[in-house]
């Protein structure tokens, strides 16, 4: 599964800079893969998914890169908002499995 | 997107006190429902996976007598904190996929559990 840690790292990011998160998996059977966004005291919330056959993905404002040689993850929030401001994490399966969570990045937006 | 609902969205209990959270799903039917627990500064962690009409599955570690978990119907599981002490206090989170939507899991809004 996807390794998890304690004390989330953070990343502080001047507002309408951009934003890169990583994440490092470990199951090299995962096959599909999402990065969510969990405000304080919410449940997570879908930003954007890929899917193993694909290298880069992009949404409004979000771009998710994968490199399945390193097993590494990217978000890249482009023109980052104070609305921004969140913890954002990885999360992968393989075949419909239950979702892995990666162990997070708390994202501050500095206006 | 599909919608996912738990409640209560916080709950205060005594020590050696039962507590149940629900997660709903409202517009759509869930065969399988996802309960994870988070505590503070860290990640989502997996507790089990709730069938619908059979017996949950637990992740390594987490005590499933005291974990009860029932999914009597397509759109309702159920998770109760047995003679919840304090080191239960967590966050408590469930998903579901939608069947028609794909791989996304949608998530309820968690349940803050306190136990004094």
């Known amino acids: 599964g996807e390794s998890v840690g304690l004390h989330l790292p953070t990343l502080s990011v001047q507002e309408g800079d951009n934003s890169i998160i990583n994440c490092a998996y470990s199951n090299s059977a995962s096959d599909y893969f999402i990065w969510y966004k969990q405000e304080s005291g919410k449940g997570p919330q879908f930003i954007i998914d890929i899917r193993s056959n694909m290298d880069k993905r992009q949404g409004q404002r979000v771009t998710v890169l994968l490199n399945k040689t390193v097993k590494h993850l990217s978000l890249q929030i482009a023109a980052t908002q104070p609305g921004d401001s969140a913890v954002y994490f990885c999360a992968g399966d393989s075949g419909n499995t239950p979702l892995v969570f990666g162990k997070g990045t708390r994202l501050s937006v500095i206006a | 997107g599909a919608v996912v609902s738990q409640h209560p969205s916080w709950v205060i209990c005594k020590s050696g006190t039962s507590v149940k959270i629900e997660c709903r799903s409202l517009d759509f039917q869930a065969t399988t429902m996802f309960w994870y627990r988070q505590f503070p500064k860290q990640s989502l962690m997996l507790m089990a996976t709730s069938n619908e009409g059979s017996k949950a599955t637990y992740e390594q570690g987490v005590e499933k007598d005291k974990f009860l978990i029932n999914h009597a119907s397509l759109t309702l599981s159920t998770l109760t904190v047995t003679s919840a002490h304090p080191e239960d206090s967590s966050f408590y989170i469930c998903?579901?996929?939608?069947?028609?939507?794909?791989?996304?899991?949608?998530f309820g809004q968690g349940t803050r559990l306190t136990v004094v």
């Open positions: 998903s579901a996929r939608h069947p028609g939507v794909g791989r996304e899991a949608f």
